[in-house]
């Protein structure tokens, strides 16, 4: 029976300076989905307001350069770095990546460019930590597959990689997305499918037992959500049940850490919105255009938009105010800073 094959490369640095292959890890059998879909509350009818700004240009407010009010990661072309308070960054890898997440336990976990989008690109996920600063070889998928970090989170009380492997990447008839998570004490574990050829995530985040995925599907776009499990949760309260080439639908949402609160971008506004409650809690007007936001992170109270070729937004929710980071790149909440001294590097 087909199944594709993950490498896990033990780190053993601390003990010998160098890395080692480690066993074959097999994914769950994919032609026996573990998950079927579910609903919770009745599936929403009621199209969300597609009322259209007074004006879609871009705020022209001076803003001042802000500080962030908790520590943060700053992904850009020069590297990526850490800043947790007052005074200068701490430069934790000298080099671009793809994408880069605190793996919540003092370390942190990369891809090279292009990771999860070209297939001539380095798929492979890398692990700096405490028992050895190298960025060392931890993931890997089979050729012709492509594997994309989305973030690190705690899933079901354990820090686990939120992962899409896409096979058959270059062929469109074949090609399947899944999302996955890794759990670094049990492993890897397949949610259910989520793209193929004409479709596939644009985003995902989790929190508090919640998958939130921003889906597109040929012209239709919309927010779905999914339990630990993977199963597919129907909210009546889901701001973005579908939308279809509409510049004020609904987009790059995010949730707080709690679950229960999303941030989107919707028309020239942002917007955030209680998923108990079914509430809207607060629309500001944006201090950007929407082509240039690329994502948000929502801490509760600070969101954190972050702009093509502009420094990142740093908005208080409560009082509206909207600031520019001070630094370019793409900023994101730092929950657990680096347990290691110096600098990382990518192992060969």
């Known amino acids: 029976m087909w199944k594709i094959l993950l490498v896990l490369t033990l780190v053993l640095a601390a003990c010998s300076g160098s890395s080692s292959e480690g066993p074959l890890l097999t994914f769950a059998d994919f032609a026996n989905p573990p998950t079927t879909s579910e609903a919770l509350g009745s599936t929403s009818t009621t199209t969300p307001s597609t009322t259209t700004p007074s004006s879609t240009s871009t705020t022209t407010t001076t803003l ?14 020069s590297g990526f770095l850490t800043l947790e308070g007052l005074g200068a960054p701490r430069r ?25 989008v070209d297939l001539a690109a380095d798929q492979r996920v890398f ?37 899409t492997i896409t096979d058959h990447a270059a062929d469109p008839e074949l090609r399947v997305q899944r999302l996955v998570v890794f759990d670094f004490k049990t492993f890897d574990r397949v949610l259910g499918e989520v793209g193929d050829g004409a479709s596939g995530p644009l985003s995902i985040s989790y929190s508090g037992g919640r998958f939130l995925l921003e889906q597109s599907a040929g012209v239709q776009q919309f927010f779905e959500f999914r339990n630990p499990q993977g199963a597919v949760l129907s909210l009546e309260s ?7 080439e509409d510049p004020t639908c609904p987009m790059r949402p995010t949730l707080d850490p709690t679950g229960s609160l999303i941030a989107y971008v919707e028309g020239s506004e942002l917007v955030v919105h209680d998923l108990d409650l079914n509430e809207e809690l607060n629309r500001l007007p944006m201090a950007t255009a ?30 509206g105010v909207f600031g520019e980071f001070g630094l370019t790149g793409e900023v994101h909440f730092l929950r657990v800073g680096p347990a290691f001294d110096g600098q990382s590097a990518f192992a060969s």
């Open 64 to 77: 001042l350069v802000v500080d962030t009010p908790a520590p943060v990661t700053v992904r850009s072309d």
């Open 92 to 116: 934790i890898l000298d080099a671009p990546v793809e994408a880069g997440f605190d793996d919540l336990s003092g370390g942190f976990l990369f891809q090279a460019p292009g990771a999860g």
């Open 127 to 163: 692990w700096a930590r405490a028992a050895n600063p190298e960025a060392q070889p931890y993931l890997k998928v089979s050729d012709g597959s492509l594997l994309k970090l989305w973030g690190v989170e705690l899933i079901e009380g354990s820090p686990a990689m939120i992962l």
């Open 238 to 244: 889901n701001p973005q049940p579908g939308c279809s």
């Open 290 to 319: 929407l082509s240039e936001v690329t994502g948000l992170d929502f801490d509760g109270s600070t969101i954190i938009v972050n702009r093509q070729g502009a420094p990142a937004l740093v908005v208080d929710v409560r009082s």
